[in-house]
């Protein structure tokens, strides 16, 4: 019975060494090319184009309408203080001019973003009041009006997990936040995994029954609920030249399972249970220097469901410019967020 006891006490205190061992050389090999910004407070302005839009498309996809809020341009700012990073940016109104085409959309946007060493999660919350259509087959120059669908509104609310397996070497946090540093090029497999609800709504049918044959639905759509998710492996590189310039890239591609609703008006709700794809592709470039940055990123994520013979989509595409300048901290600027709710010890 001693002996037993001794040799669990060895394995345990080997195994406890083994691990301190382990997160010492992830530590070290990390810092070799990652560089963090422990003393360091940032803050910087972010311009950003997104392309919201869905779209039905019949199965030869011969035939294809794509609606679009007539919002493009969104400005704000990124903070990185007290150890949390954060960004805010509202959507900037269309020219009159702009309206007369594409008629007007009201949004409300809001995305937050948190990124550990090897994971991140992006979280967003759109409702959009205001569309346009777009005709695959008959397209309209650009000064001429499109059709306005004022009484369409959608509301789209997600979140999208990614994990990074090579935590020593890779840091999506200095491609995309500028919260860190990438020294070396490298990359990771990742893991993507994605949970999404699109709710679309209109006063009459989305559109016209001339198109219903054209697309393969006969529903006269007016009201539709579409909730999606998806696991999508991947792969995310960042290559870096003299510690400063870097061009980084991933992409995630997998299944996914789409439970689609569905109805026209005042009939009975029709739903649909499908397998299908997801896309989540990531871009950037710029230069990141020890206390200098700037650089530009691409985001594109794309969900597809079948119903009735045809497809329905919705996407997201966004470009952010960002720039902005990292100050040595000082004073109450030293503190962390988690020194807030670190329980106080008494002796």
Not at 271 to 276: D, I, K, T
Not at 304 to 332: H, L, M, P, Q
Request: positive net charge.
């Amino acid at each position: 019975m001693g002996r037993t006891f001794c040799w669990l006490c060895l394995c345990c205190l080997s195994l406890n060494s083994a691990v301190s061992q382990n997160k010492e050389l992830d530590s070290l090999s990390r810092a070799s090319y990652v560089e963090r910004f422990m003393n360091h407070f940032f803050i910087w302005p972010v311009l950003k184009q997104r392309n919201t839009a869905f779209s039905f498309e019949s199965a030869d996809k011969s035939q294809k309408l794509t609606f679009r809020p007539n919002v493009n341009y969104h400005a704000g700012i990124g903070v990185y203080i007290f150890g949390v990073g954060a960004q805010l940016v509202f959507a900037l109104p269309a020219s009159s001019a702009s309206d007369q085409i594409y008629g007007h959309s009201s949004a409300f946007d809001v995305q937050a973003n948190v990124l550990g060493k090897h994971w991140g999660i992006d979280v967003f919350t759109q409702n959009y009041q205001g569309y346009y259509m777009e005709d695959k087959n008959h397209p309209l120059g650009p000064n001429m009006p499109r059709l306005q669908r004022g009484d369409i509104s959608t509301w789209n609310n997600g979140a999208t997990g990614i994990y990074f397996f090579n935590k020593r070497r890779y840091s999506m946090r200095s491609t995309y936040n500028y919260y860190e540093r990438q020294l070396k090029s490298a990359g990771s497999i990742i893991a993507s995994v994605d949970a999404n609800v699109f709710s679309l709504r209109a006063d009459s049918a989305i559109y016209a029954s001339s198109y219903e044959s054209l697309i393969g639905t006969a529903s006269g759509i007016q009201r539709l609920d579409n909730t999606t998710f998806s696991i999508a492996p991947g792969y995310a590189y960042t290559f870096v030249v003299k510690k400063s310039f870097f061009i980084g890239g991933g992409i995630a591609y997998g299944p996914s399972v789409n439970w689609l609703k569905y109805n026209a008006g005042s009939s009975p709700w029709k739903s649909v249970v499908e397998f299908n794809t997801f896309l989540d592709l990531r871009l950037s470039t710029g230069y990141n220097a020890k206390f200098f940055f700037t650089g530009v990123s691409y985001i594109h994520q794309a969900r597809n469901v079948g119903f009735e013979g045809a497809t329905f989509s919705s996407s997201n595409d966004a470009i952010k410019f960002a720039i902005g300048y990292r100050f040595r901290e000082v004073g109450i600027l030293k503190r962390r967020a988690y020194d807030i709710f670190r329980p106080k010890v008494s002796w």
